[in-house]
């Protein structure tokens, strides 16, 4: 009788749990659209340039929006890389080291454009932050491989992939026990085919991501890449003390009972079965970060021979960042973020600052994860609680501190606001810049901050934030940033031109609440010789 009840309680449960998934709406916040639509001739978008080291498998799907179909062609590219000219996918392995210029076009039955790709082949790879998504911020444990495939392939549907994002990552949830002719972790029942997954990403020419830790368990209570036995063996799974995903029951073990390193590292055989399922990107997830275990996993990856992108987690330090620098691609800088206010502006405004000198193409400081649309963290589903003009100060300060911009919504309820968010080709530009500096705090007073970022072509990004709770009127002076001559102001949301000022002209506008106006400053540097008496010229202009 009693398992009845408890079936009929479970049964409820459940029914109030999808009912309570289905209720959730998008705001209709269409109102607060500044991105233009992308025109239906073709435009090439995403990074200027693109890392691979030789001798690895390439893999770089062309973003490009316009009416379809579009027609892809590439001029210059390395001996072994070819170029599906109906996908724009580009394949293959080259071995020679060096940096191609690629010419890409894309052509449709309305015009053609061309841009230039450079392709770096050497030791670096994520030569710009990685842009993507990760399965936890929404579903927690809760994922499965059903959710990370139609999470792909909405990538494509929505049209995210034609701006450049392009990781589709597992976190954590994933793992069952060690096995297989590594005695590597392996997947449990969500995971029924983790190479076929892997394989149908990839198709896609998108990338796939996994998750996993130095300790014996993960922060969800499945085992991690070390253990005490050397067998690989875990005392709490074969005790019977898990779920049938070989979750740790935490209601008969502490989870910290777990959370140890173990004597063994299995970093080696762990990174040997995710290159053979095809995986590109890592998240190595434990606190308080050291160099050991995060040197371990560096070398066990460099050993398989497979380019697969390494993201340290998490509150990572800034006295390891001399190491993080130089051995992973990525590291978070803080603990986990919330969809508040609170959580999101004290992340970006309070902790980015110190991580400016470690930061260059192949090494990047990550701000943690987009908190947009639908989160829950696979147990209270809801809208972001960030409001549209928190959601721009969001996207623009990670875009100027060109942080890695991971989104974690379910990408089933992405609303045109949203996509309007992520896909303004200009905003990701910055994000993206090949020079790969990070925007950092030009000017702060009170409840103003004003971010600068220099970018390849000598323009200048700046950014004004308005922290307050009330309208602020925000602005700057050119020759104050830095540029001499007339500069002319692009309203970058807006991608539009709206002003031409000269070196000593004070722009300002108006900044709502907890909001952003984020412009480039263009020509900014150039090569222009300065003639005549510097100073005389100030005076006269100060009459």
């Known amino acids: 009788m009693k398992l009845i009840i408890l079936s009929l309680c479970l049964a409820m449960f459940s029914n109030l749990f999808i009912t309570a998934q289905d209720s959730i709406i998008p705001p209709d916040y269409t109102r607060y659209i500044l991105t233009p639509k992308a025109p239906k001739t073709p435009r090439i978008n995403g990074p200027k340039v693109y890392g691979a080291r030789p001798g690895a498998d390439f893999l770089y799907r062309i973003p490009a929006t316009g009416q379809r179909p579009i027609s892809f062609s590439a001029t210059g590219l390395p001996k072994g890389l070819h170029l599906n000219s109906a996908t724009g996918i580009i394949t293959g392995k080259t071995n020679k080291r060096g940096s191609y210029k690629v010419r890409l076009q894309a052509r449709n039955e309305l015009g053609s454009t061309e841009r230039t790709l450079r392709i770096e082949i050497g030791d670096n790879i994520a030569l710009t932050p990685p842009l993507g998504w990760n399965s936890w911020n929404c579903w927690g444990i809760q994922v ?20 450049g994002w392009s990781y589709i990552n597992i976190d954590d949830g994933w793992q069952s026990i060690r096995g297989g002719k590594y005695n590597a972790i392996q997947p449990n029942r969500k995971f029924p085919n983790m190479k076929a997954l892997v394989d149908s990403i990839h198709a896609l020419g998108l990338k796939a991501g996994i998750y996993s830790g130095p300790w014996q368990s993960t922060y969800a209570s499945h085992i991690g890449s070390s253990c005490d036995n050397l067998n690989g063996t875990y005392w709490w799974i074969e005790q019977g003390l898990v779920d049938e995903d070989y979750r740790l029951d935490r209601t008969k073990v502490g989870k910290e009972d777990i959370r140890s390193f173990g004597k063994y590292s299995f ?55 001399p190491i993080l620098a130089k051995q992973a691609e990525c590291w978070r800088t803080t603990g986990d973020i919330r969809d508040t206010w609170e959580s999101m502006s004290t992340i970006g405004f309070q902790g980015q600052d110190q991580w400016a000198p470690y930061r260059s193409p192949g090494h990047w400081p990550d701000a943690d994860m987009l908190v947009l649309g639908k989160v829950g963290w696979g147990r209270h589903y809801h809208w972001t609680q960030l409001t549209p003009d928190e959601q721009y100060t969001h996207i623009t300060l990670w875009a100027i501190l060109a942080s890695p911009m991971l989104l974690g919504c379910d990408m089933d309820m992405l609303d045109d606001f949203t996509l309007s968010l992520l896909c303004n080709n200009e905003v990701l530009d910055v994000n993206q810049d090949p020079l790969g500096y990070q925007g950092t705090c030009y000017s702060r007073h009170e409840d103003i901050a004003i971010y600068v970022k220099p970018l390849e072509d000598g323009s200048l990004a700046v950014a004004l934030f308005n922290l307050d709770k009330l309208p602020h009127t925000i602005g700057f002076i050119p020759h104050k940033l830095g540029l001499t001559g007339f500069q002319t102001i692009r309203d970058l949301w807006r991608q539009q031109d709206i002003a031409t000022i000269g070196e000593r002209e004070r722009w300002e506008c108006e900044v709502a609440p907890h909001g952003t106006a984020f412009y480039k400053l263009y020509p900014g540097i150039t090569n222009k010789k300065l003639e005549g008496n510097f100073r005389k010229e100030k005076e006269k202009k100060n009459t």
Not at 151 to 160: N, P, R, V
Not at 297 to 309: L, P, Q, S
């Open 144 to 163: 499965n491989q059903e959710k990370i495939l139609h999470s792909a392939q909405t990538f494509i549907a929505t049209g995210l992939a034609d701006y």
């Open 267 to 321: 970093a080696k055989q762990d990174a040997r079965q995710w290159a053979e399922w095809g995986f590109d990107y890592l998240k190595y997830d434990w606190n308080l970060n050291d160099r050991w275990w995060l040197e371990d996993m560096r070398k066990a990856i460099d050993e398989t021979g497979r380019d697969i992108v390494y993201s340290i987690s998490n509150s990572s330090r800034v006295a390891l960042g």
